[in-house]
């Protein structure tokens, strides 16, 4: 069952972010930008995967928690909470994204061990709210799965489907907000919104060190770059032997794991 809450109607900025992935120096950034444009930790949204990659799973878990924003679980989350061995993506076996996430998981699941219910038992799968005339859900994947990959390449088709999944579990929204996949990207559908907030943790895949979030304001929404200390995370990681290649990605942007991506957003 889908544990979904409201939380009623925002209004002002409402900052969109997602994937800090164990990526401690990106959490410091993207609250020192939260700042930075007046928004309170109230209007700030998180879309889950608050560890993965990173040196840093238990410091990201305690910090997003003490920063006290709205925030749904992601996979990474729901796993550790459930005593899983991976990071429940389903990766092929021997893919880069499988090989490296054998690591990295295990590294998260050390540090967080049966904190694992205290962080995160009462993070809801999905959150509800209402901001400048219009409904939105937000979840972390897809509706029925929470480690579905939704690509900004996929067809209007896949959009629309998850949506009327979405819908039946929330009634009618205007749009959709997610996560997981990685990538920032808005979709204009027929009467409808989905919103990828992308991930604050890893960079898009694009060539450079910063990573994205959003912010939704009453006119719609915009995405924006966070420049932030990623050398010190990749040195971090190599410190905790988290040498699987997202440490090089932090520096390059590009994913050692391109592998998981649909041939049209390969570089
Ligand atoms: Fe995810």
Redesign the pocket.
């Known amino acids: 069952m889908t544990n979904i809450r409201d939380l009623g109607t925002l209004h002002g900025d409402v900052l969109l972010f997602g994937?800090a992935y164990s990526n401690a120096q990106a959490l410091d950034a993207l609250i020192a930008a939260a700042d930075d444009h007046g928004i309170a930790p109230s209007q700030c949204i998180f879309t889950?995967?608050v560890v993965?990659y990173g040196a840093d799973a238990l410091g990201c878990a305690t910090q997003l928690a003490a920063f006290g924003c709205p925030a749904i679980r992601?996979?990474?989350e729901q796993q550790l909470l459930d005593g899983a061995d991976d990071?429940g993506?389903g990766f092929g076996e021997g893919t880069a994204c499988d090989v490296a996430s054998k690591t990295w998981y295990t590294h998260a699941a050390a540090q967080i061990g049966p904190q694992a219910a205290a962080l995160w038992a009462e993070t809801p799968d999905w959150l509800t709210f209402t901001h400048a005339g219009k409904r939105y859900a937000v979840i972390?994947?897809g509706a029925d799965a929470?480690?579905k990959f939704i690509w900004p390449s996929d067809d209007d088709t896949v959009f629309m489907a998850e949506i009327e999944r979405v819908e039946a579990r929330t009634g009618k929204v205007d749009g959709v907000i997610a996560?997981?996949s990685g990538i920032a990207f808005e979709r204009a559908l027929p009467a409808r919104v989905w919103i990828n907030a992308g991930v604050i943790g890893m960079p898009p895949h694009d060539g450079r060190s910063a990573t994205r979030y959003a912010i939704l304001s009453d006119d719609g929404v915009r995405f924006h770059t966070l420049h932030y200390a990623y050398e010190a995370a990749a040195q971090a990681m190599e410190a905790a032997g988290l040498t699987q290649g997202y440490e090089v990605g932090l520096r390059t942007g590009i994913w050692p794991s391109e592998d998981v991506l649909p041939a049209q957003l390969r570089r």
């Open positions: 994937g889950g995967d993965a992601g996979n990474c990071c993506c972390h994947g929470v480690a996560g997981h």
